[in-house]
């Protein structure tokens, strides 16, 4: 484990000589990216023999402060973990001013052992199941977001950014507009470039249904766990070189209360060990094979435990409002976008299944494992899904999934399944730490609460 990417390292600093410090990165559970900054001649010692950092980490809420009810902080005595480079995701960071690098971390106790709470081991347990049935997923994450006017509007409210060709504010958008996409075509075009420097698979840049917002699409990756470490670091790809554009970027589930909200849409395919797609089916059948359908019942068995992995913050379920295109149910169907879990159309050979439900704001490693474990509990089970939806599943199906922060982490507390994939013990430390969260945010009284009541009551 300690020599990892040992020769990656020494590559780099050869390639690279004119890099000076080399940021060392590890996602918390909320998805934030936290570490240290070391200078170039400390990488190797890193790889070596790792860094330390506390095991707290993972108990920091989404403003870092520690919820100690996790039993990660105090009760442990603040202690340390080793952190090791994560081989793969060593790379210049083009959007910095000066020559900088970065490099993701995992997290191991000090005997080697896999730090349980750290949400990459996490998805390395749902991994392991799927190996021992000799298949692989075949993943690809897709993620909107918004850019957004570091100015704030007289009422202090985000407001779009002004187009660099016309000169004025944002105020409309056209879903898949390409004069949308030639007004910020310089801030696109730097991510792009951005991507091919740090190796990250970028695809497509569609325009989305708001000002400013946007999706940006990495390609599909036969290995999860790299998927969900480019999607980590493509955000924060977005988020520099949208600051050297004088911007925000945003992947809040719901920046604005009119506008639509950003989602996380995860694709999944499976290759057996021989490398065939077993969703294909018959070539001429849309709903593609019986295991495909095995898999759609098991990732809707388990969607209402998983909502809080979903929607893990108080913004997320602004997200969930009737006539913004959002699944609020338990719902799939064959090239339909009104459902929850969608099968794209195309040729059999590329058949999957699209996970629709996750806010912008959720973490990948979670996500991608709480899907991952529905479609492994579908498989070994053999469950059959309910009849697919023709039409409109938002006029059809009414909501059935938890629709408020508190429901979905009382839903977390009743899992009885998803444990099994997560781990109990990840699971109790991860409800604590968004409850925990919670309790604070319904400490602040939002200027909202001013408006309605300060003199009416």
Known sequence: MAITG??????????????NSIDLMIGDINGVVRGKRIPRDSL???YEEGICLPASLFALDINGNTIEE????????????LCFPVAGTLSRTPWQDRPCAQVLMSMYENNGEPFIYDPRHVLQRVLDRFAE??????????????????????????????????GKRDTQCQVYSLSDLDDHCDFIEAIHEAAQVQQLPVDTAIAECAPGQFEINLKHRADAMQACDEAVLLKRLIKGVAARHQMDATFMAKPYNQEAGSGTHIHVSLLDEHGNNVFKGEAD???????????????????????????????SYRRFQPGFYVPMSQ??????????????????EARRLEHRVAGADANPYLLMASILAGIHYGITRQLTPPEPV?????????????????????????????PEYLGREFCRVYHANRYGERLLFMRHVSPQEFDWYLRSV
Request: hydrophobic residues 40%; negative net charge.
């Open 6 to 19: 040992m020769h990656e390292a020494q590559v780099f600093l050869e390639q690279n000589p004119d890099i």
């Open 44 to 46: 190797l010692k890193a």
């Open 70 to 81: 996790t039993g990660l902080g105090l009760d442990q005595g603040e202690a340390d973990r």
């Open 133 to 166: 049935l000799k298949l692989t997923p075949v993943v690809a994450v897709e993620t909107e977001f918004y850019v957004v006017d570091r100015e704030r509007d007289e009422l202090q409210q985000l407001q779009p950014p002004v187009s660099p060709v016309t």
């Open 285 to 315: 059948d849309p709903l593609g094979s019986v295991t495909l359908r095995h898999a759609i019942a098991g990732t809707l068995a388990l969607m209402p435990e998983s909502m809080v992995v979903f929607a893990p913050n108080a913004n």
């Open 331 to 348: 719902t799939w169907g064959a090239d339909n976008r009104t459902v929850a879990v969608r099968i794209p159309g195309g040729s059999g």
């Open 390 to 418: 023709v039409g409109n599943g938002y006029a059809s199906h009414p909501p059935s999934l938890p629709s408020s922060w508190i429901q979905a982490l009382e839903q977390w507390q009743r899992n009885e399944l998803l």
